[in-house]
């Protein structure tokens, strides 16, 4: 059984399963990225004041086009926050955003999407689902770098 873009149907539901997953990740992702941007103290203030507001610009393009690939996929994308919060590994940050002390958290919430990012690609691979390995493989492309530089920042 095949789905409307001629997926199989199993498949093409597991994957979008998966992607509500990266979608819960990225949405909480992307309100830890606002009250980083918010509420950023410390020497560096304009320089991650600036670049947090980049990250949290790209997690809401991401997040869309998550949502349009699983509706895409024939299912439903969630849209509320219980259901962000139950599911995604990233949890909500609360802790006052202080320089170096923040970076190392947005990097560690950079490589849980990169893990998720990753698994999905498998799986969109072997269902020869061509739309959601390219979405991921540009979206590891991206946050390859992003980790990269923060690394960098943080001397590592």
Do not use: C
Not at 29 to 51: A, P, S, V
Not at 62 to 78: S, W
Not at 88 to 97: F, G, L, R, T, W
Not at 113 to 119: D, F, H, T
């Amino acid at each position: 059984m095949q789905n409307k873009i001629g997926l199989d149907f199993k498949k093409s539901t597991k994957l979008a399963d998966m992607l509500n997953d990266l979608l819960a990740n990225y949405q909480v992702f992307y309100q830890n990225m606002r009250g980083f941007h918010w509420n950023i103290k410390g020497q560096e203030f304009f320089q991650l004041h600036e670049k947090f507001e980049e990250y949290y610009n790209d997690a809401i393009v991401k997040i869309d086009e998550i949502a349009e690939r699983i509706l895409t996929l024939g299912q439903t994308p969630l849209h509320t926050y219980e259901d962000y919060l139950k599911l995604s590994k990233i949890k909500s940050h609360k802790e006052d955003a202080v320089d170096h002390t923040i970076v190392k958290t947005v990097v560690d919430n950079f490589s849980v999407l990169i893990s998720k990012e990753r698994e999905i690609l498998a799986v969109a691979a072997d269902a020869t689902d061509e739309g959601t390995v390219s979405q991921m493989s540009d979206y590891i492309t991206e946050t390859e770098k992003v980790v990269w530089m923060l690394h960098a920042y943080l001397g590592k």
